[in-house]
């Protein structure tokens, strides 16, 4: 069972009387110190290492009570084993260990270094029973690690503290049965398998959820030791409103893959981009090292995207294209009454969480039934393009401009919408919140005739004739105003008829 020293002295009581003495007629009372203890049998797969501790027995219970190391793994407490009534045999140890890399690599949780570091204490109970395979359930509070989230924000400092509960059997492949952890505005809730060798195999977690933004289940699959672990999100939602998403891979500022692949697959049930802009069914195929990047998929209002994610000095950057730009619009909340149309849309982040830098180009797209453009038109008079509107819609070639999304509102620096039946340039503010437009443009009808005042204009999509009008209030419904005077004043000096349009940050 074990190899050391023993030093004992004791008490052994007994009738003297002739014939067998029945054992319960035989109390003992026994101390000794062990030294020196070494033993491979207690736990198979692990060596138990003792350098001194204390033993206590009875004819009621054998106790062994001391610090000692199971395999890497530092823990005291003490060792019981029942010896009167109906004892199977079965014994336990409770105690405590020090949570740390090494104690965790003696659960095959090796190779977590950016997960955790720092040590805590944990109290454990180590059954062992008739069937010969040890079971430990553990608990701690977590106080004394700092853990984090690679490819997040996420972090527990080690003054705060938490909750950790962990059922594990220990075997040639250790197996942790269950294992919940509740910290700094994480919970998760799994279990683990190991790899032959020890190594980490595959830690599956029902339901993770960080903050306000993440809520899915989470797949860690061990890759061997020299290889960073496969993270695989099989459905759930992420929130990229108050996302935590850590995206330079170390630093990198968009160099390109650094060192092994970090692989990132993503199977969401729902991606929130900003208010009112989610994408159902994404499907990525990601990779963090040198900064997230890869290729996804998904549906806006039905239509199919496509996209490629790369890295820039402030995070991830998107292009997203779809042969449905109407659909898109309306996945999006922006433009409700587009059909069809080709879309190239590009994204790019800035320094404040969740606010991208855009543009955005639409070919061959049709707009039909639009309250705010039919008040435009019936406000100027142009009663054949209404008929178009209310029939098939009205066609436009182009479409392109430049904005900044955030969580709660998009700004149109410019825009620009060119057809045969006319023009329109754009530029304001989208409340995605309230709801709410202020917008200014430039109506020119039968562009492509009035189209040779562009020699004259600032602007795409306005010709040499045109009105200035502006678009307030409620999206569905807005206050729709024209400039009368505006159609005598030819190309550039329409400006002194409206305000200036949105300037661009110099960040």
Do not use: C
């Amino acid at each position: 069972l074990a190899r050391g020293h023993i030093h004992a002295r004791g008490r052994v009581s007994l009738p003297l009387a002739p014939g067998p003495i029945p054992p319960d007629q035989i109390t003992y009372d026994i101390r000794a110190d062990l030294t020196d203890i070494t033993s491979d049998v207690i736990v198979d797969g692990k060596l138990l290492v003792a350098d001194a501790v204390s033993l206590t027995a009875d004819q009621t219970m054998v106790e062994i009570t001391g610090p000692a190391r199971l395999g890497q793994a530092e823990i005291s407490g003490t060792w019981r084993l029942p010896l009167a009534g109906d004892a199977s045999g079965s014994s336990v140890v409770e105690g405590t260990i020090l949570l740390n890399q090494k104690a965790l690599a003696e659960f095959g949780l090796d190779g977590l270094e950016e997960v955790v570091s720092g040590e805590a204490r944990g109290r454990f109970t180590l059954d062992f029973d008739e069937t010969g395979t040890p079971r430990v359930d553990l608990r701690s509070d977590l106080g004394g690690l700092t853990l984090g989230i690679p490819g997040t924000s996420w972090t527990k400092q080690p003054r705060e503290t938490g909750s950790l509960d962990v059922s594990a059997t220990f075997g040639d492949r250790p197996e942790v049965d269950s294992f919940k952890i509740a910290a700094a505005g994480l919970s998760a809730a799994g279990r683990v398998t190991t790899a032959e060798g020890g190594s980490l195999g595959e830690a599956r977690f029902d339901r993770v959820r960080i903050g306000d933004w993440f809520d899915a289940p989470v797949v860690l699959t061990g890759r061997g030791p020299d290889a960073p672990l496969a993270v695989t999100i099989p459905g759930g939602t992420i929130d990229m409103r108050t996302a935590e998403i850590d995206t330079s891979g170390g630093g990198t500022g968009g160099a390109g893959p650094v060192g092994p692949r970090q692989p990132l697959t993503l199977a969401l049930d729902r991606l929130i981009v900003s208010e009112g802009i989610t994408i159902a069914d994404l499907r990525a195929d990601l990779d963090f090292a040198g900064g997230l990047h890869g290729t996804f998929t998904g549906q806006m209002e039905g239509a199919p995207i496509r996209g490629t994610m790369a890295q820039s000095t402030e995070g991830a950057a998107f292009r997203l294209t779809s042969s449905d730009a109407g659909a898109v619009l309306r996945g999006a909340g922006v433009f409700d009454t587009a059909r069809g149309g080709d879309l190239e849309l590009i994204l790019a982040p800035v320094k404040a969480a969740g606010t991208y830098e855009g543009e955005f180009t639409i070919t061959d797209t049709w707009v039909m039934n639009a309250p705010a453009m039919a008040e435009l038109l019936s406000a100027v008079s142009i009663v054949g393009l209404i008929d178009q509107l209310e029939g098939d819609g009205i066609r436009f070639a182009e479409v392109d401009g430049r904005f900044r999304l955030d969580p709660k509102a998009v700004t149109l620096y410019r825009s620009s919408a060119v057809g045969a039946s006319m023009g329109i340039s754009l530029d304001g503010y989208y409340d995605l919140v309230a709801d709410e437009i202020d917008m200014q443009g430039v109506l020119s009808p039968l562009y492509i005739v009035n189209a040779i005042g562009r020699i004259l204009s600032l602007r795409d999509g306005e010709g040499l004739v045109g009105f200035n009008f502006t678009l307030k209030g409620d999206v569905d419904k807005p206050e729709v105003q024209v400039n009368p005077l505006s159609i005598l004043t030819p190309g550039v000096f329409r400006e002194i008829f409206r305000r200036p349009p949105p300037e661009i940050p110099t960040e």
